[in-house]
């Protein structure tokens, strides 16, 4: 669909449909693989990061189909746009919702050592620095062994070969994600068919997967030309609107997590969701398609997300969790950001 070929209504109605029908898609694949990975004897930290991946999948494919039309703002903005969003909403927004979101100060240490590192990473890519190669070799030092810890079980945890403090701190921090996790992914796996079965789930999920690529990339189209019809920048259509339209699954689990006590799940799915963006959604398509010219809006989107990462994570370890006023600054600071972009 090109800009005149359809009426403004006729977008925005595309745009409502192809958003219902991306994040319908994408809460299937959630549970779908919930329940694959917990007959496959999958942690629980695992498989909060593969709900993370199955969320991620509509601003995943959003970016990588920009990048791929040469529409590097757009493509780069739904990536990091969708982690300073995650942040206002999935932190910001819980705790406003839920009253307080409490975690202690290994969980944060755990989750933010990762996410700041990758965020870092990420605006090194998008200023200059490190080409997107580089970027995804060294954004991988952490999350690879991070990801590789969450999917063993707890004794082969307490036998890692690091110094005993820290392994102490990891084993705690990704213990105390996995007990808030349990409870939810128990919920998930009883969802749907009574007497489900893996042949049918995983076959539900490679349907779910289609339908979330399909529905992303026209909704990355209609979004695009609409926001060509109104004179948006391709930064604020990439990182205000399609950011937070794709970023929807992701914060009702947060809010859900939150309102139930589970604040080391709730930092966990913020953290995860936004270390896969970076990785999956920003570096490696990156690597293989190009980042493009470096323009100077791509680069504010990175560099609030560098910086409202390091806001949310020094109070999230400062005071042990996010009362309702900090996640109120949370908020307010990602309305600056809107203005900025």
């Given at each position: 669909?090109t800009?005149?070929?359809?009426s403004?209504?006729?977008?925005?109605?595309?745009v409502?449909?192809?958003?219902?029908?991306?994040?319908?898609?994408?809460?299937?694949?959630?549970?779908?693989?919930?329940?694959?990975?917990?007959r496959?004897?999958?942690?629980?930290?695992?498989l909060?990061?593969?709900?993370?991946?199955?969320?991620?999948?509509?601003?995943?494919?959003?970016?990588?189909?920009?990048?791929?039309r040469?529409?590097?703002?757009?493509?780069?903005?739904?990536?990091?746009?969708?982690?300073?969003?995650?942040l206002?909403?999935l932190?910001g927004?819980?705790?406003?919702?839920?009253?307080?979101?409490?975690?202690?100060r290994?969980?944060?240490?755990?989750?933010?050592?990762?996410g700041?590192?990758?965020?870092?990473?990420?605006?090194?890519?998008?200023?200059?620095?490190?080409?997107?190669?580089t970027?995804?070799?060294?954004?991988?030092?952490?999350?690879v062994?991070?990801v590789?810890?969450?999917?063993?079980?707890?004794?082969?945890?307490a036998?890692?070969r690091i110094?005993?403090?820290?392994?102490?701190v990891l084993?705690a921090?990704?213990?105390?994600?996995?007990?808030?996790?349990?409870?939810?992914?128990?919920?998930l796996?009883?969802?749907g068919?009574?007497?489900?079965?893996?042949?049918?789930?995983?076959?539900?999920?490679?349907?779910?997967?289609?339908?979330?690529v399909?529905?992303?990339?026209?909704?990355?189209?209609t979004?695009t030309?609409?926001?060509?019809?109104w004179?948006?920048s391709?930064?604020?259509?990439?990182?205000?609107v399609?950011?937070?339209?794709t970023?929807l699954?992701?914060?009702?689990?947060?809010?859900?997590l939150a309102?139930r006590?589970?604040?080391?799940?709730?930092?966990s799915?913020?953290?995860?969701?936004?270390?896969?963006?970076?990785?999956v959604?920003f570096?490696?398509p990156?690597?293989?398609?190009?980042?493009g010219a470096?323009?100077?809006?791509s680069q504010?989107?990175a560099i609030?997300?560098?910086?409202?990462?390091a806001?949310?994570?020094?109070?999230a370890?400062?005071l042990?969790?996010?009362?309702?006023?900090a996640?109120?600054?949370?908020?307010?600071?990602?309305?600056?950001f809107?203005?900025?972009?």
């Amino acid at each position: 669909m090109t800009v005149g070929a359809a009426s403004t209504p006729t977008l925005l109605l595309g745009v409502a449909a192809w958003t219902v029908l991306s994040l319908a898609a994408s809460a299937v694949l959630i549970v779908r693989l919930e329940r694959l990975g917990a007959r496959l004897g999958v942690t629980e930290a695992a498989l909060g990061m593969l709900a993370a991946l199955a969320a991620d999948a509509p601003e995943i494919t959003s970016a990588v189909t920009a990048l791929s039309r040469g529409q590097h703002d757009v493509g780069v903005g739904v990536v990091l746009g969708s982690n300073v969003f995650n942040l206002a909403a999935l932190l910001g927004l819980s705790a406003v919702v839920a009253g307080r979101v409490v975690f202690d100060r290994r969980v944060v240490v755990v989750d933010g050592v990762v996410g700041g590192w990758l965020a870092m990473v990420c605006l090194a890519v998008v200023i200059g620095p490190l080409s997107p190669a580089t970027g995804l070799l060294v954004g991988s030092v952490l999350f690879v062994p991070y990801v590789v810890v969450s999917g063993m079980q707890a004794q082969a945890r307490a036998r890692l070969r690091i110094p005993q403090r820290v392994r102490g701190v990891l084993v705690a921090g990704v213990r105390q994600t996995e007990r808030d996790l349990s409870r939810a992914e128990h919920d998930l796996v009883e969802v749907g068919d009574a007497h489900p079965g893996p042949t049918r789930d995983a076959v539900h999920a490679v349907v779910a997967v289609v339908v979330v690529v399909f529905a992303s990339v026209q909704m990355e189209h209609t979004v695009t030309d609409l926001g060509d019809r109104w004179g948006l920048s391709p930064a604020f259509v990439g990182a205000v609107v399609l950011a937070a339209i794709t970023s929807l699954p992701n914060a009702v689990a947060a809010v859900y997590l939150a309102r139930r006590g589970r604040g080391a799940a709730t930092l966990s799915e913020a953290m995860n969701s936004n270390n896969i963006n970076a990785l999956v959604g920003f570096l490696l398509p990156a690597t293989v398609i190009g980042v493009g010219a470096r323009s100077v809006l791509s680069q504010t989107v990175a560099i609030w997300y560098v910086g409202l990462t390091a806001v949310s994570l020094v109070i999230a370890f400062w005071l042990r969790g996010i009362p309702r006023t900090a996640g109120l600054l949370i908020i307010l600071l990602y309305a600056v950001f809107v203005t900025r972009v």
